[in-house]
């Protein structure tokens, strides 16, 4: 197996599934806060979104998915096809987070109701 195929094979899973962890922690804060506080409609969850995207750092999540794309594409052979399919399915969860992403800061930013 060629070696950096390999380096980028694993940086890029790594780039594209780390970022999960404080996604799925800022859901579960954005929903126990609506169970807890009674709250509906969509600005309750991408306030809590939005505050773990702020934790975590817009930029540097963007960077990270945008490099394990590029990462994970040029990981795809024919030659290992399980490989590829791996590959395939990281970059639409990374595809998914950045439009996540996108979404609930644009809800949070342009839709804010003073």
Excluded: D
Excluded at 6 to 13: A, D, I, M, N, S
């Amino acid at each position: 197996m060629n070696a950096p195929v390999t380096r980028r094979f694993v940086g890029g899973l790594l780039l594209a599934w780390v970022p999960w962890i404080p996604t799925l922690i800022g859901l579960g804060y954005a929903f126990r806060g609506i169970s807890g506080q009674k709250g509906t409609g969509v600005g309750v969850v991408a306030g809590g979104v939005a505050e773990s995207l702020v934790l975590w750092g817009l930029l540097s999540m963007i960077a990270c998915q945008l490099v394990a794309i590029i990462w994970l594409v040029r990981s795809i052979s024919r030659e290992h096809l399980m490989r590829s399919v791996v590959s395939v399915a990281s970059v639409c969860a990374s595809a998914v987070i950045l439009l996540l992403m996108g979404l609930f800061v644009w809800l949070a930013w342009f839709h804010r109701q003073f």
